[in-house]
């Protein structure tokens, strides 16, 4: 198969193996890097409805990382995906209704972040390899609440690596901060920040474009990694589920080979739907994109009038790993929609940096009928989460339960009512119980976090899931908590460079 490349969104001449852009993440130029071109592979889904999860990923990740051979792709992907998940399938599919809801919670931290970020740090030690970089890799992170947890149990432990997350101290959830406080790995780092998501994710990206610090880092032979839904090593893992869901709807004959299906995601940083895109450009029949947002819904927006304005109230929600207001694998749509003009994208980009907001070209506009967006407020979020409860017995999260919501909007409003909807459900209902049982019926109290997840097993007898039951056993790990404008001290410290 000939060599794919890729390049960064905001310059030509930034060209990269696959093994190179894992390795670095974010290009030093601040833009993303994308595959040149889409690979062109055969999707024949009478034979992929018998391909197993890992067999799957195989053939996409080949087709995308060129530069790796097949016993190491192999490799990651069996260190990836295996008992660390608690079905068999991976990524099970339920029929629930009419619609259908993918379930990418089975992994380790019970939310869809796993199925990236358990096979990361293996792309990235064998990228290193591969590369002859012989430094400690130092991811760097900012989390809304589950790529935290979820990178490191990734890293936790991997030679060679070291990692250190930033939260926002009242933007997540109770069991999503216990989750990562209590973190394993003498490798693994935790640190509360005194501001949003944005404050966060803002001044992470500005310490890796910091030449200064890159080189005190470089003179303890240490070099940043991103483990942000930015990397192309999270982003085409991704792409996996979607073509082994869309095989396993030809398998359970709930469509016909060749059926288009509409997809509906629960978007924050848009990188979960634009692996549903890349998969629509691989060749899965897909009718629509459903881009489903909370209350922060900058998306919505954006989808209905071409212009992306970040300046806006920030909404502390019940689905707090979409409270974000700068979308960032948005660029690489915005790329792809320029034409793949680097100009454009670099001006677009610094106008949100410089401005907070930007009008897209209305051809590029035009690039973007794939997409219906829409968001829910709290109380169709509620809503949703108690009629598919009353009507299927199907326990929602909030985060699901915004794409369901969106997606009977789109269905009312498009009358689109025969195309098979798949739900993505990004994380277990156990990861937020409290929000959970006060939809089923507000009148239910409870003391702490702890009889909440006590609470939704009464009310639902869903499983309660090891990740969980785990949870209150472990001892607390990380206490750090600092101010945004400390953050590169924080870093510093925790190196140890003077
Ligand atoms: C991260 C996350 C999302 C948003 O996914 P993006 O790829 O950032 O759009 C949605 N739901 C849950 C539970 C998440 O953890």
């Not at 992170?141 to 149990?153: E, F, L, Q, V, Y």
């Not at 869309?246 to 692996?275: H, M, S």
Request: net charge negative; with cysteine; aromatic share 10%.
């Amino acid at each position: 198969m000939a060599q794919l490349l890729y390049k960064s969104t905001r310059n030509d001449k930034n060209v990269v193996t696959a093994s190179q852009a894992i390795l670095q993440g974010l290009a030093d130029d601040g833009g993303l890097y994308v595959p040149i071109e889409q690979p062109t592979i055969s999707l024949d889904f009478s034979e992929l409805q018998h391909f197993t999860y890992q067999e799957v990923a195989y053939k996409i990740l080949a087709a995308y990382y060129t530069d790796f051979t097949e016993q190491e792709l192999k490799t990651c992907i069996a260190n990836a995906y295996n008992e660390k998940f608690e079905s068999a399938e991976i990524v099970p599919l339920k029929e629930v209704g009419e619609d259908h809801y993918l379930e990418l919670f089975h992994g380790p931290t019970i939310a869809f972040k796993d199925l990236a970020l358990s096979i990361l740090p293996h792309l990235m030690t064998t990228a290193a390899k591969k590369n002859k970089v012989a430094n400690e890799l130092v991811i760097l992170t900012a989390t809304s609440g589950d790529t935290g947890k979820a990178a490191m149990a990734g890293f936790a432990d991997v030679p060679g690596t070291s990692i250190i997350v930033f939260y926002p101290k009242d933007g997540v959830s109770k069991i999503q901060e216990r989750q990562m406080r209590t973190q394993r790995g003498e490798n693994t780092y935790v640190v509360a920040v005194d501001g949003n998501f944005d404050d966060a994710q803002t001044k992470v990206k500005e310490l890796f474009n910091d030449q200064a610090l890159r080189q005190e880092l470089a003179n303890q032979n240490k070099q940043f990694s991103s483990a942000n839904s930015i990397n192309i090593g999270r982003l085409i893992p991704q792409v996996v589920y979607y073509v082994y869901t869309y095989a396993q709807l030809v398998k359970k004959a709930a469509i016909k080979e060749g059926e288009k299906i509409n997809i509906a995601v629960p978007t924050g940083n848009f990188g979960n739907i634009l692996a549903a895109h890349y998969a629509k450009l691989l060749g899965v029949p897909i009718n629509q994109l459903i881009c489903a947002s909370n209350t922060n819904n900058v998306l919505t927006d954006f989808f209905a009038t071409g212009v992306y304005d970040r300046n806006r109230p920030f909404f502390v929600t019940s689905s707090p790993s979409m409270d974000i207001l700068i979308s960032s694998n948005l660029e690489r749509l915005i790329f792809e929609a320029s034409g793949k003009q680097v100009e454009v994208t670099k001006q677009l980009m610094n106008e949100l940096a410089t401005k907070g907001t930007y009008q897209v070209y209305p051809d590029m506009k035009e690039q973007f009928a794939d997409f219906y967006a829409g968001f829910a407020t709290l109380e169709q979020t509620n809503m949703a989460i108690h009629q598919e409860f009353d009507r299927y017995r199907y326990v929602l999260d909030p985060h699901t339960a915004v794409a369901k919501a969106v997606a009977d909007r789109y269905k009312k409003e498009t009358k689109d009512q025969q195309t098979k909807m798949v739900i993505v459900s990004t994380a277990s209902p156990y990861k937020f119980p409290e929000v959970v049982v006060h939809a089923l019926d507000d009148s239910i109290t409870a003391k702490n976090e702890f009889d909440w997840i006590t609470q939704l097993y009464e009310q639902t007898s869903l499983p309660i899931p090891t990740a969980v039951s785990e949870l209150y056993q472990l001892p607390i790990r990380h206490t750090r908590e600092i101010a945004v404008g400390h953050m590169r001290n924080c870093v510093k410290e925790i190196l140890s460079i003077e």
